[in-house]
Each structure stands twice: as structure tokens, then as C-alpha cells.
């Protein structure tokens, strides 16, 4: 980020640099808004503008009133600005103030480009373009949305949303008409109100539990994407997305779900650095050095061996040359059948050191 972004908020008693990317993403989408119309594209495109769930460090210093940060269930964890501009598409310049979710995106966009909803597809969220629009209802249906993540959810570790009242933990009920920043909580005085969500909860619930433990698969070999690279922030319910842990050689492992789109021959080639750092899986790599802060330098592990097994099919292991940047596996897949693959680094005592954290799978 050029110095120019941090020297506007230097002295602030805030993060500069996190200001400044602020101001910098702002003048960017000032100029693709500009291009847009200047090019003649604007009306011919959707643009649509929203954010991650609540902030992280930034709201340690402003997150308008709101309570919380991000991974909590409060509304300053995961309330969202969006912004839909779209001058060729009759939009109401109207602020939407109804409950809604980012899963109403998708049958949003379909309705504004004219997409026939397929007959079998169940969305989770309803189409805005009536309200955007101004040509149906003027609000949004009234419905109850829950919020809930983490890779292990318990029941009522959630926040439950119905117009104005959210309802946290299952116990605790806020007013954000009267009270936005959720300073009190009024579940004694409206014990209606926190049944009724509790019971659209239980049903939701019902619903959700059982997909909890039925992992959608990561498709491979299909035409459309092949070769397909998985990494260990695919694995299954456990924490290993960023190149801080993969610089640690964080000692973790878990199975990739996988279903081949196609029958045939697939050539799995394991790594533990992606491709772009061009490094051996025994060699550590180099501090990176960006304009602002870095990583660190990635450990050397002594790698001797590596592990590759898919359920019922497939189970090999191989010795790792010294300077060896992938070791590759061959076996054939059956079309649609649903597995669990597993990579597995040993140093030369047979010790399991940790995962390969890179699968580049090819249907050849």
C-alpha cells in the first residue's frame, strides 16, 4: 500500500495502515464506479458491494455502536453493509432497512438477469428484486435467519434474527429498535418472543444437525476445472488455513472429501509448498517481505517419507528424494463415488510429522 493511504490517518492514535487500506479500497471502487460509466458498461452490470462478517482489529477503535467482533453473535459480529447499483436495471434508490442475508444474493441476481430459477434448486434466501425494484411487496417477507459458525456449532451457540429482536445463546434477547448496541438484555420481560425464536431454532436445527456430519465433497477431475489444487484449509473440521501455520509446519492432519466428476486415471501430486514458492517439501523457504509487515521464514522438516490413502482404494507411500518438490501418485477413480483422501509426512523414524498441506489432482 503506497505511504500516501498511511500518512493521512499517521498520528490518529489508530492503525494507519488499516485506515489507509480503508481509504485506499474507497478510491478504488470510485474508480471502477467511474470506468463504468465513462466505458457505457454500467448499465449492462450488477455491481454489488458488501463485507465479511464484523472486523477484526479496526474495531478495537470503531464498529458504530454496535456490540461485538467478529466471531461473536452479537450484531457487531456479523451485521454487513451491501450496496446493489445497477443504473441500467431500474433500481429504486431506496435504502432496504428488512432483515436480510447473504444468501439472498444468489436468487437476487437471478431474478434481475432473467435466469429461470431451476426446478430442483432450494435457496436458502429469497430474491430482493421486487424491493429493489419497487414493483412487488414494499418490504422484505418477514422471516427468522439464523447466524451460527465454528467447526464444531452447538445448539443455541447462535444468534437468531426476526426483524428487530435477536436472540443470543438461546437466552439472551435484544431490541435493536430501542436498543442497538444491545446494552440490555429484556428476555424476562418478553418470554413470548423468545419462545417463538427459540421454536423457529428447534426447527432450523433439525434441519442442519444431521448435514453437520455429511461433508460436501470438493469435485476433482471434472472438465470444467481440472487439475483441481486442494489445501490443507480444505481439510476436514480442523484449523490449518494460513501461511503462518503451513511456515510453522504445523503438526496437524485430516482427510479431504473428494467425489471424481468423471471415471478414469488421476495423478495426485503432494506437497507441503505450494507450487508458486517452487520449494522442496524437506527445505524451508525465506522470509516474505511486503510493503506492509510479512511472514516469516518456513521451517525445514525432515520429511523422509509421504503417505497417500483413499478410502478403500488407494494406499501408498513413498520416499522423499532431498530435493524433491512433489511426490506423485497414480491410481484410477470410479465417476460420482464419494471418499475420504488423507496425506501423511513421516520423518525417518516412521514419526508422523504433519499433512501434506498441497494436493494437486489431475484426471489425466
Given at each position: ?15 494507519a495502515n488499516f485506515f489507509g487500506m480503508i481509504a485506499n479500497?474507497?478510491?478504488n471502487m470510485g474508480r471502477l464506479v467511474k470506468t463504468l ?296 477413480l470410479k465417476a460420482g463415488t464419494k471418499s475420504t483422501m ?23
Open positions: 500500500m503506497a505511504d500516501k493511504y498511511k500518512k493521512m490517518y499517521a498520528g490518529s492514535g489508530g492503525p479500497l474507497d478510491e460509466d465513462e466505458t457505457g458498461l454500467a448499465d449492462n452490470t450488477i455491481l454489488i458491494f458488501f463485507h465479511d462478517n464484523g472486523g477484526t482489529a479496526g474495531v478495537n477503535f470503531y464498529n458504530a455502536g454496535m456490540r461485538g467482533r467478529k466471531t461473536t453473535y452479537y450484531e457487531g459480529g456479523h451485521r454487513a453493509f451491501c450496496t446493489i447499483r445497477w443504473p441500467g436495471g431500474k433500481l429504486t434508490n431506496q435504502p432496504v432497512e428488512d432483515l436480510c442475508e447473504v444468501q439472498d444474493l444468489l436468487p437476487t441476481c437471478l431474478e434481475l438477469c432473467g435466469i429461470e430459477k431451476p426446478a430442483t434448486a432450494k435457496f436458502d434466501g429469497v430474491s430482493l428484486a421486487p424491493v429493489l425494484r419497487g414493483t412487488g411487496a414494499a418490504k422484505v417477507p418477514e422471516r427468522t435467519l439464523m447466524v451460527q459458525y465454528g467447526q464444531n456449532p452447538a445448539k443455541f451457540d447462535c444468534c437468531v434474527m426476526r426483524d428487530k429482536w435477536r436472540l443470543v445463546a438461546g437466552n439472551e434477547l435484544y431490541d435493536l429498535r430501542t436498543d442497538p448496541g444491545q446494552k440490555t438484555n429484556i428476555a424476562d420481560q418478553k418470554p413470548e418472543v423468545v419462545k417463538q425464536l427459540r421454536s423457529d431454532y428447534e426447527k432450523w436445527w433439525s434441519e442442519v444437525d444431521p448435514l453437520l456430519r455429511d461433508p460436501v465433497p470438493i469435485t476433482i477431475g471434472a472438465k470444467e476445472e481440472n487439475p483441481v489444487t486442494l489445501s490443507s484449509a480444505d481439510w476436514w473440521n480442523v484449523y490449518c488455513d494460513n501461511m503462518n501455520n503451513l511456515r510453522d509446519g504445523k503438526e496437524i492432519n485430516s482427510v479431504w472429501n473428494i467425489r471424481p466428476a468423471e471415471s478414469g486415471q488421476y495423478e495426485i501430486a503432494l506437497r507441503r509448498w505450494p507450487k508458486e514458492a517452487d520449494a522442496a517439501i524437506t527445505a524451508p523457504v525465506p522470509e516474505f517481505k511486503a510493503v506492509d509487515g510479512g511472514l516469516p521464514a518456513g521451517k525445514a522438516l525432515p520429511i523422509a517419507k509421504i503417505r497417500l490413502k483413499i478410502d478403500g482404494v488407494f494406499d501408498e507411500t513413498k520416499p522423499v528424494p532431498a530435493d524433491a518438490k512433489e511426490i506423485v501418485f497414480t491410481t484410477p488423507q496425506s501423511f509426512c513421516y520423518d525417518a523414524s516412521g514419526k508422523e510429522l504433519c499433512g501434506a498441506y498441497f494436493a494437486y489432482v489431475t484426471r489425466k
